[in-house]
């Protein structure tokens, strides 16, 4: 070690000692929070405890795998181990609940636990990812069990977290937010669900409505043109996507058609994909435009991989929900009938965007799910919905009540990934937040 190491330092200010003072005090509590957050996660039975990729700011994360019941109501039919990621800020801090509709591969953080500092505990929901049971049973996937998930959960964390609670999610996850929300009133303190529908039929035909409406006639015009002459020059972009789909190692035996039925479907779903995700109509192809650059744009916006075997099988729990008891969207078959001769449809049943899976038989029931929206415009309090005014998915979002006590937020020209408090301006960030922290404090 050189001498110039132990050169004469000045004596601290009084200010510095009191900062340093501090910071370790904060240092030694933070510490302190961390072992007994440890013993409560391994030394509560029905969790199981590893690591986590730890988020900027927070003090200490992990992966749980927390013991489910596969039916609530009869915990002796055996149970299921649920993924969820807990980032934690503080114990004095609030909690952040995100109820996801899908798998979470990873731990991420929401804008909404950023902005409040709070803590969040991000669950995967049953029977999708890490969350599936050994013995899968499809009559366990409801909307009833997999909100007693979450409460199961909130039981579990309030002890620990006693500070208010709010939930969350998006798109399926926020609708899983509101059902939540609806059985458990008394969990959280405020619910924030973003671009989240609540379908009230298998074919929920406000769909139509607003993809008719939407932007201006020449844009929708120029979405009407390209879907027909991708069908009128079929085989020719056919013997394109072969090609993509070979290297994509895409295969369609789901369909009777095989790709020729999934080509119909990407073509119908054009318009909902692109006002969904915020294509501009000035990227539309021109007329004329060589029908090889119109597939690419084609699998840019709506793509072909969502209708194959893969796709298909990997949001096989999705669709048994939807046509269970989510509900969803068709397709709209007039003026591109002559060109449907893959998909099996008639007059009487439009094509559906729903693949159920293999070996499964069930009929849609409606009733929960206009019981919530009837509860949505009566009795649900303490709610924010954000949704983008481009997004196809607001078409069947929750419209504004003035007898409830919640607040709407339609983004102009926001998309389903861009309908965000990030992108909303100050004024709306400020009612958002004024109203949220007074609900979390009452």
Request: net charge negative; charged share 20%.
């Amino acid at each position: 070690m050189t001498s110039s190491m132990y050169s004469i330092r000045k004596p601290l200010s009084l200010f510095k000692l009191l900062l340093l003072t501090l910071l370790l005090s904060l240092g030694t509590s933070a510490f302190g929070q961390g072992e007994k957050l440890l013993a409560f996660l391994e030394g509560h039975p029905e969790i199981e405890v590893k690591p986590c990729l730890l988020p900027d700011g927070y003090a200490s994360a992990y992966t749980l795998f927390i013991s489910q019941p596969l039916d609530h109501t009869a915990p002796e039919k055996g149970t299921f181990k649920q993924r969820v990621y807990l980032s934690h800020m503080h114990r004095d801090s609030a909690m952040v609940i995100v109820t996801e509709g899908y798998d979470r591969t990873n731990n991420r953080m929401y804008e909404l636990s950023e902005m409040l500092g709070a803590n969040q505990l991000d669950v995967e929901h049953r029977f999708y990812g890490e969350s599936i049971p050994e013995d899968f049973d499809w009559q366990y996937l409801t909307i009833e069990q997999a909100t007693a998930d979450y409460h199961h959960i909130n039981d579990i964390f309030n002890t620990f977290y006693s500070k208010s609670w709010v939930s969350t999610g998006i798109s399926k996850g926020g609708q899983t937010s509101i059902f939540y929300r609806y059985f458990y009133p008394d969990d959280v303190k405020a619910t924030v669900p973003y671009v989240a529908p609540i379908n009230l039929s298998l074919e929920d035909k406000r769909i139509y409505s607003f993809l008719d409406n939407i932007g201006s006639k020449a844009c929708r015009n120029e979405l009407k043109r390209v879907q027909l002459e991708l069908f009128e020059n079929k085989e020719e972009a056919l013997s394109y996507l072969r090609f993509y789909a070979k290297g994509a190692k895409l295969t369609f035996n789901t369909h009777e058609n095989g790709l020729e039925t999934a080509f119909e479907y990407a073509v119908l779903e054009y318009p909902f994909s692109f006002w969904q995700w915020g294509h501009k109509c000035e990227d539309i192809p021109k007329k004329g435009t060589s029908i090889e650059a119109l597939v690419n744009y084609l699998l840019a916006v709506s793509g072909i991989d969502f209708f194959s075997d893969k796709d298909i099988a990997y949001y096989g729990s999705h669709y048994y929900q939807c046509g269970a008891q989510f509900g969803y969207y068709g397709y709209n078959p007039e003026g591109f009938e002559q060109y449907l001769t893959a998909i099996k449809w008639d007059e009487n049943n439009h094509p559906s965007a729903i693949f159920m899976p293999e070996n499964t038989t069930i009929t849609f029931n409606p009733e929960l799910v206009q019981k919530v929206y009837d509860w949505t415009q009566t009795s649900g309090n303490q709610m924010i919905y954000i949704n983008g005014a481009n997004d196809t998915w607001s078409a069947t979002g929750v419209p504004a009540s003035a007898k409830v006590d919640a607040l709407w937020f339609v983004m102009k020209d926001q998309s389903h990934g861009t309908a965000r408090i990030a992108n909303m301006n100050e004024d709306e960030k400020r009612i958002l937040l004024k109203a949220l922290r007074y609900w979390m404090s009452h």
